[in-house]
């Protein structure tokens, strides 16, 4: 059975490649070393997670193609910039200045130093944003130097921002970094489980972004490689081809998981002259990671000769010793190949290193599993809470709309009310009217007109026609005018109800 690296003992390129990803997605960083009237602006920009994430990525950009005799010059301009504005975290921003310049005067325990103090005060100064670009920072610090877990404790704290400040792209960042701490201790299903949240994320808000595509798609092919899934890593090789406007680190990407296929179907001959290749070509990024491969290549390939001297080499560099995941896999073929050797005095003590570096990992990974516990834990909280807000949300929604429909209700029933009472009081108004108009018809018109007939009938039987009809005519008379205002009375009233 094929012995590829363990996965964290690949880890140097993904360093590289985790720090090419901040810089470039992070920060979204611009080359920009002068302060133009523009960058001031922005610089000076009101919000205050918008500013700091400007001052941020002003200062890493300050000291891109500054030579190293300049980096203490640019490094006084910087601190003379951030003096000269009112900026909230003003202090963090010095910190992480200052550590930006130790790190590349190679002071690499000064410059995490003051990493540490720019958490601290980014954290006094309540700044969430300085908090977890920090961290992040802090926490690639760490992997490079192999301290898995103070890396994985100061990425589960960055994540715990990213969901509060509830910006997409820092939670992005922050899934494939946490990917890469899983990547390299082996947890791949975790691994590929955060990539595929920052994929989500990147087809949901930057499905455009060329850079991240390229990231995303190169770590789950890593993955994939070290899971030996061949049809998975084809197609994400696949995926990177298609990719353009071309660059050098798409080129090395697309070249490198070329040769892991290779590797994995056993073609150790076709892999040796594809890296050896990629070696002499200037475009591709060759590194630790590659020369680890081509030591894989020569071992099955019974190049045993070759494969120690590079084993040999590696295990010299500085940089591999606090890497117990590297180590274990570097000294178990150390061990396979003195003992093909029949040196087995040296294969003893090839496998006795490999053993103790084997238990020094196996403490890692079970520290970094007992994390990785924790960080589930914070999602499945933030998971909660944001359940928890869309349901308040939804409470206040529905109490609101609640009280609309009583409001609508009990405004119809008022209206319904007023109507009701109108129209009671119309019908009593019209009933009394009625009464009104029957008791005037009964009482004086019929009362005038029953006079006036009394009279006319008396002028019938009248026998002194002169002296009685004048006085009767008058009573008519009298009558007559009375009905006559009785008839108006009743008109005038029929009138105002019309």
Same mark, same amino acid.
């Given at each position: 059975?094929?012995?590829?690296?363990?996965?964290?003992?690949?880890?140097?390129?993904?360093?590289?490649?985790?720090?090419?990803?901040?810089?470039?997605?992070?920060?979204?960083?611009?080359?920009?070393?002068?302060?133009?009237?523009?960058?001031?602006?922005?610089?000076?920009?009101?919000?205050?997670?918008?500013?700091?994430?400007?001052?941020?990525?002003?200062?890493?950009?300050?000291?891109?193609?500054?030579?190293?005799?300049?980096?203490?010059?640019?490094?006084?301009?910087?601190?003379?910039?951030?003096?000269?504005?009112?900026?909230?975290?003003?202090?963090?921003?010095?910190?992480?200045?200052?550590?930006?310049?130790?790190?590349?005067?190679?002071?690499?325990?000064?410059?995490?130093?003051?990493?540490?103090?720019?958490?601290?005060?980014?954290?006094?100064?309540?700044?969430?944003?300085?908090?977890?670009?920090? *961290?992040?920072?802090?926490?690639?610090?760490?992997?490079?130097?192999?301290?898995?877990?103070?890396?994985?404790?100061?990425?589960?704290?960055?994540?715990?921002?990213?969901?509060? *400040?509830?910006?997409?792209?820092?939670?992005?960042?922050?899934?494939?970094?946490?990917?890469?701490?899983?990547?390299?201790?082996?947890?791949?299903?975790?691994?590929?489980?955060?990539?595929?949240?920052?994929?989500?994320?990147?087809?949901?808000?930057?499905?455009?972004?060329?850079?991240?595509?390229?990231?995303?798609?190169?770590?789950?092919?890593?993955?994939?490689?070290?899971?030996?899934?061949?049809?998975?890593?084809?197609?994400?090789?696949?995926?990177?081809?298609?990719?353009?406007?071309?660059?050098?680190?798409?080129?090395?990407?697309?070249?490198?998981?070329?040769?892991?296929?290779?590797?994995?179907?056993?073609?150790?001959?076709?892999?040796?002259?594809?890296?050896?290749?990629?070696?002499?070509?200037?475009?591709?990024?060759?590194?630790?990671?590659?020369?680890?491969?081509?030591?894989?290549?020569? /071992?099955?390939?019974?190049?045993?000769?070759?494969?120690?001297?590079?084993?040999?080499?590696?295990?010299?560099?500085?940089?591999?010793?606090?890497?117990?995941?590297?180590?274990?896999?570097?000294?178990?073929?150390?061990?396979?190949?003195?003992?093909?050797?029949?040196?087995?005095?040296?294969?003893?003590?090839?496998?006795?290193?490999?053993?103790?570096?084997?238990?020094?990992?196996?403490?890692?990974?079970?520290?970094?599993?007992?994390?990785?516990?924790?960080?589930?834990?914070?999602?499945?909280?933030? /998971?909660?809470?944001?359940?928890?807000?869309?349901?308040?949300?939804?409470?206040?929604?529905?109490?609101?709309?609640?009280?609309?429909?009583?409001?609508?209700?009990?405004?119809?029933?008022?209206?319904?009310?007023?109507?009701?009472?109108?129209?009671? /009081?119309?019908?009593?108004?019209?009933?009394?009217?009625?009464?009104?108009?029957?008791?005037?018809?009964?009482?004086?018109?019929?009362?005038?007109?029953?006079?006036?007939?009394?009279?006319?009938?008396?002028?019938?039987?009248?026998?002194?026609?002169?002296?009685?009809?004048?006085?009767?005519?008058?009573?008519? /008379?009298?009558?007559?005018?009375?009905?006559?205002?009785?008839?108006?009375?009743?008109?005038?009233?029929?009138?105002?109800?019309?």
């Amino acid at each position: 059975m094929m012995v590829f690296l363990n996965s964290a003992g690949a880890g140097m390129v993904k360093n590289i490649s985790c720090l090419v990803f901040i810089l470039f997605i992070f920060f979204s960083l611009r080359a920009q070393s002068p302060v133009s009237g523009n960058i001031l602006k922005n610089l000076q920009t009101k919000d205050k997670n918008a500013q700091q994430k400007e001052w941020v990525a002003y200062i890493a950009n300050s000291f891109q193609n500054v030579t190293t005799g300049m980096l203490g010059s640019q490094k006084e301009k910087n601190d003379a910039l951030l003096e000269k504005y009112n900026i909230g975290g003003k202090m963090a921003l010095e910190y992480f200045n200052e550590s930006i310049y130790q790190q590349l005067s190679l002071h690499q325990e000064d410059s995490k130093y003051y990493m540490h103090k720019a958490v601290q005060a980014a954290g006094k100064s309540n700044s969430d944003y300085l908090s977890h670009a920090f *961290l992040n920072f802090l926490a690639y610090k760490e992997t490079e130097e192999g301290n898995v877990i103070e890396a994985v404790s100061n990425y589960r704290m960055a994540k715990k921002y990213a969901v509060k *400040l509830n910006d997409p792209r820092l939670e992005l960042v922050t899934d494939v970094n946490i990917s890469d701490v899983f990547y390299k201790n082996a947890f791949y299903k975790q691994s590929l489980s955060y990539l595929k949240q920052a994929e989500n994320l990147s087809v949901k808000f930057f499905p455009n972004d060329l850079r991240i595509k390229i990231v995303i798609y190169y770590n789950k092919a890593e993955n994939f490689f070290k899971m030996r899934e061949i049809d998975s890593l084809s197609e994400y090789n696949d995926k990177l081809k298609k990719l353009f406007p071309a660059s050098n680190r798409l080129f090395t990407y697309q070249n490198r998981t070329g040769y892991y296929l290779s590797l994995l179907h056993h073609d150790y001959k076709g892999a040796i002259a594809m890296i050896n290749m990629m070696r002499r070509d200037k475009r591709f990024d060759f590194n630790d990671r590659d020369l680890q491969n081509l030591a894989d290549a020569y /071992y099955f390939s019974n190049q045993t000769d070759s494969a120690r001297a590079i084993i040999n080499r590696l295990l010299a560099k500085p940089s591999f010793a606090n890497h117990p995941e590297i180590k274990l896999h570097l000294y178990d073929v150390l061990g396979r190949i003195s003992e093909q050797q029949k040196d087995y005095k040296t294969a003893a003590l090839d496998y006795k290193i490999s053993l103790q570096q084997s238990e020094d990992n196996m403490s890692r990974i079970t520290q970094v599993n007992s994390i990785s516990s924790l960080i589930k834990v914070d999602e499945l909280e933030n /998971y909660y809470s944001q359940k928890d807000q869309i349901y308040k949300r939804e409470q206040i929604l529905l109490i609101l709309a609640i009280v609309f429909t009583l409001l609508i209700i009990l405004i119809i029933a008022a209206f319904y009310s007023v109507v009701k009472q109108k129209r009671r /009081y119309e019908k009593l108004l019209f009933n009394a009217e009625k009464e009104e108009l029957a008791f005037i018809n009964s009482h004086d018109v019929r009362r005038h007109l029953t006079n006036i007939m009394g009279l006319i009938e008396v002028l019938d039987v009248c026998k002194n026609k002169d002296e009685e009809c004048t006085q009767v005519k008058k009573y008519l /008379y009298s009558s007559v005018q009375e009905l006559d205002k009785a008839i108006i009375n009743i008109s005038e009233k029929l009138d105002a109800n019309l």
